[in-house]
């Protein structure tokens, strides 16, 4: 099964012994000899050492899917018990009153049972907007008010009436902003819109799930297309993406 990005997220603690062990790898690298095949080997023991440290230190990982139809289902994926979150990705049209989820020829019948399967194993299912297509814009503020609306009606805890739910009944635990193209404009209001909607649940006008923001900015920082949204201070959890800065 090939899932296409796992992003490990920061934990509060090192693993001494993984530390270690990476210490004792790297010793025996620059041991001995000259032929390349221990030196191969070598390479190969570190990188899995390293790997297996790093799990230890970061303690949670979020794992996209969508993105490959051979990655197998939304379910088996949480099935592995190796994610602590699953992002679906994408939802990739919207801006110019077009709305549009690609989940690279995965069926949508069947996605919202398996939202649900995953959330009662305690794994949040969050979905992503943006991605790396260019069937995405929010050329003004009613734009980004359209898109808030929409997301809450067709994929949160909304359900006004004729907005189609792409995913029945099933409810995403939040949204997750992977801008990649485009300009930075309006993401800003478009996470402050999703969080006004967090007044029913503090008022106990509603009880269904709170909306819950994450992002997946590029490494290098700041990421000019979310510097704006993330300043609103609204994101509980930020997924560095260690790839892609060739193309800013």
Not at 114 to 134: D, M, R, T, W, Y
């Amino acid at each position: 099964m090939q899932h296409p990005y796992i992003i490990s997220q920061q934990s509060p603690s090192h693993t001494d012994r993984g530390e270690e062990s990476i210490s004792s790898a790297v010793r025996v690298m620059g041991f001995r000899r000259r032929s390349w095949l221990p030196l191969a080997l070598a390479l190969v023991l570190l990188s899995c050492i390293t790997a297996t440290a790093m799990a230890k230190r970061t303690g949670e990982l979020t794992v996209f899917w969508g993105r490959n139809k051979a990655e197998g289902t939304l379910r088996a994926a949480c099935d592995t018990g190796l994610y602590n979150t699953v992002i679906i990705s994408f939802f990739s049209v919207f801006g110019h009153g077009r709305y549009d989820v690609d989940l690279s020829g995965h069926p949508l019948a069947g996605v919202g049972a398996e939202i649900k399967h995953c959330q009662s194993k305690g794994i949040p299912v969050f979905l992503s907007i943006c991605g790396a297509g260019n069937g995405y814009s929010l050329p003004s503020s009613p734009a980004a008010a359209a898109v808030a609306e929409h997301l809450w009606n067709a994929h949160l805890s909304g359900g006004k009436s004729g907005v189609s739910r792409p995913f029945g009944d099933a409810v995403v635990d939040g949204i997750d902003f992977y801008v990649d193209q485009g300009a930075s404009d309006h993401y800003d209001e478009l996470a402050r819109r999703l969080d006004a909607y967090n007044r029913y649940f503090h008022h106990g006008r509603i009880s269904k799930k709170p909306v819950r923001l994450t992002a997946t900015p590029r490494c290098a920082f700041p990421d000019r297309r979310l510097e704006r949204a993330l300043q609103t201070g609204l994101f509980e959890r930020i997924h560095v993406r260690f790839y892609g800065d060739e193309e800013r």
